[in-house]
């Protein structure tokens, strides 16, 4: 019986390939990332599975030109790049890889907030360019304690919980935000307080944001919002880079309306050397990061070939979009 086809837009790790290349014909995109949406809509016309990654936007076109297409799985927690509703319209199945990742980007977001509070790049930077004898004094070079700060978490779901975690140990306070709130029991076990979306913006001292990209959640940090945060505040994006309004969040910064941030997403990736964050000192930037380790990725590639298993084979994936 001929093999399914199965394409790649990146590569996965030896193990997950060999794995299906035991059931599949594939073929791997190498080359420039993201693939082009030119080529994709070729490949895209006679494959049976997608496994793509948060760069590739699998938009209404794409999946019009797709024939036999009969599973995506996405090698990523957050879906916002792919038009799932029209997927699922077409009865195309949508995996994804929730709770793998959830350490490690919880872990992120906490490494960041240390950082951008306690000046660790900007540290780094300054030696690197021969300037440490410029902030020799006691006071040239402070940074701001974790402890006692009120951490707001807007989004408590998998990723934010477990941020929460990690910040009631280092003796801060948490609030939190979501459309609906957590279990008096959850709360307690993490030591969180619901409060609204106002209330997160003007009292927290850290803003960490874990909610999907969404149309409810695009652009949603803009200069409203900076203008009522906290002078003090640091804004800590490990989400999606849509969410905040770069531009806005610029001046903030320049203007010192807001403190700090740190950042892992942004709203175009990869950003380029001349991008206007980069000659901002108060604002640690990573290169979209949050669940690269070597052990998550390895997860993650095991249930991004689980999930295509099962979805091209007209099963719902261990984890699935919709349906
Ligand atoms: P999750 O478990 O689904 O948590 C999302 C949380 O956001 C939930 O508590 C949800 O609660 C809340 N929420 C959703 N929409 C909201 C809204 N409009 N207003 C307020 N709260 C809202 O997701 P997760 O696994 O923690 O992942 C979160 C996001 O992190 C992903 O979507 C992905 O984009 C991003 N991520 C990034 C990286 C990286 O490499 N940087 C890695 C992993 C994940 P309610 O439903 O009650 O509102």
Known sequence: MKKKRVFLTRTLHDFALKELKKRYQIEIHSGKIPIPKIKLELKIKN?????????????????????????????????????????KKKKIRVGYTPEVLTDATADLAFSLMIDVLRRVSEGDRIIRHGKWKQIYGAYDYVGTDLQGKTLGIFGLGRIGGTLAKRAKAFDMKIIYHNRKDVSKNKEKILGAKYVTFEKMITDSDIISIHVPHTKETNQLFDMKIFKK???????????????????????ALNKKIIAGAALDVYESEPISKNHPLIKI?????APHIGSSTDETRAKMAELTVKNLNLGINGKSPIYSVGY
Request: proline share 1%; glycine share 4%.
């Open 47 to 87: 494959i049976d599975g997608l496994i793509c990654f948060p760069y590739d936007k699998i938009d209404k076109e794409l999946i019009d030109a797709a024939k036999n297409l009969k599973v995506i799985s996405t090698y990523s927690v957050g879906f916002d790049h792919i038009d799932t509703q029209y997927a």
């Open 229 to 251: 945060m906290k002078k003090t505040a640091f804004l800590i994006n490990t989400a999606r880079g849509k969410i905040i309004n770069e531009k806005d969040l610029i001046t």
């Open 281 to 285: 000192q108060n604002v640690v930037l």
